[in-house]
């Protein structure tokens, strides 16, 4: 009984090990989550485009995204902006450089009154990142 306790516990550890940091938001496909990305982002550097995926995940929602809804202009993007949005929905699944912030702003904007009592987390390229 001990041995097979011993397996199942090791074998939990190394499944826990293996996860990655944050674990994709199951409200969200990556398909939608890509489009959004390059909705709100297509012309920036990766940078943006990986800080805008982080907090699209912290988010779980992209309730309010409203670069989603321009389809003309994210089905026109080349093939390179595609590439760097399905890598930073990717890499956002580690790495978290809006450092918790789930809502952005582009910083060429005065602070919007939704920001009001929510903190700037980060800002990356011309987007400002907010939290509760």
Known sequence: ??????????????????????????????????RAIIGEAAGEPFQTKLAIAGALRNRGTLDGVRGRRNARMIDAQPAWVWRDARRAWAESATNDISRGGTF????????????AGMRVTATVGKFRFYKL
Not at 21 to 31: E, G, K, M
């Open 104 to 115: 952005f702003e582009s910083i060429n904007f005065p602070a919007p009154a939704w920001a």
């Open 1 to 34: 009984m001990k041995k097979i306790a011993t397996i199942f516990l090791a074998g939990i550890c190394l499944a826990a090990t293996a996860q990655p940091l944050r674990t994709p938001h199951s409200a969200l496909r990556t398909s939608e989550a890509v």
